[in-house]
């Protein structure tokens, strides 16, 4: 008996210790191809009827801010300029990768977050706006998207390529002298050479990534590390993981040394 549970143990521990090996290599193997475990479904899926008139809803605010929740916007960005394809693209903040992840302890404001708390944060730093209320229609239509988005997908677990990258360490420090080189070759042609981006026909065509009108100092991406992930995995826009790691912190030095609004006090 005794015997049979040691044997049963060593049989537990070696499948485990195999599935957290194979795991790192798969997902070693997936971020340089960027392949999701998680397909979040297909946009003709929405159903009919009121729940999918709410997800269309959440749809539109969050690729169409200024239009769809303009009041709660201070910037000239959108969800969907950092949280990429509508929210899908892995590695750049998924809804699929956060919804089963929510609530979640967070210790920027010292308390477990609800989605809808969650997404108030974004409103106040990366939009650099006024959060609404969790029980607004905004925030409701907002989470019945990511609900939706994230249909099937396993809770409680960090799925490959929730959130953004995690950096290891540079080889040498971030160079924002280096980072304007790097942003001069292969950023400015979108984002303008003044960081201001670009409008076509009085739309935003391309975001600020610096300036009165991108994300305020205490947003996610003011913080070298993880603007250096997203740009490692996403920029330039449709050629990620095409930067050196290295010119990924170099360019992030360089943006996040660029003048931005403050962040706001806390109310
Ligand atoms: C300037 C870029 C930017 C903009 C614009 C932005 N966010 Fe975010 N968002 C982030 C970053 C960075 C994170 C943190 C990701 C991480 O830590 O892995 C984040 C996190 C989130 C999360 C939690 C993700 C997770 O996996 O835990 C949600 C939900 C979210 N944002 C919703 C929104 C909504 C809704 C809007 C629009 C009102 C918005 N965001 C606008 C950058 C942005
Ligand atoms: C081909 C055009 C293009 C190029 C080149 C490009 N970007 Fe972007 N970038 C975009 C677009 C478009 C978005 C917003 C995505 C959306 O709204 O769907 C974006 C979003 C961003 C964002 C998040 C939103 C914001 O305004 O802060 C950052 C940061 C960013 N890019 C940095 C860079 C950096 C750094 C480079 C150079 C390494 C770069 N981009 C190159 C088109 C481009």
Known sequence: MFGKTVFMKAVFWSVLLSALVFGRLATAGTQSDGEPVFSPPSEESIPAGSFGDLVRQGEKIFTNTQKYAGH??????????????RGRRAYA?????????YPRYRSKNHKVN????????????????????????????????????????????????AGMVHMAPPTRSPDPFEGKKVYEARCALCHGIHGQGRTSRGKMAFPPVWGAKSFNEGAGLYNVGKLAGFIKMNMPLSK????????????????????????????
Do not use: I
Request: with cysteine.
């Open 114 to 161: 609800s989605l809808g708390e969650r997404m108030q944060g974004c409103f106040r730093f990366s939009m650099n706006g006024t959060a609404p209320a969790v029980d607004s229609q905004t925030v409701k239509a907002l989470v019945a998207y990511s609900f939706w988005m994230s249909r099937g997908a396993p809770v409680g677990v960090k799925l490959q390529g």
């Open 72 to 85: 709660y916007v201070g910037n000239d960005l959108t969800c969907e300029s950092c949280h990429l394809n």
């Open 240 to 267: 990620g993981d095409s930067l050196s790691a290295q010119e990924a912190w170099d360019v992030a030095a360089y943006v996040d040394s660029q003048p931005r609004p403050k962040k706001p006090v806390a109310k």
């Open 93 to 101: 903040a998924p809804l699929w990768g956060a919804y089963g992840t």
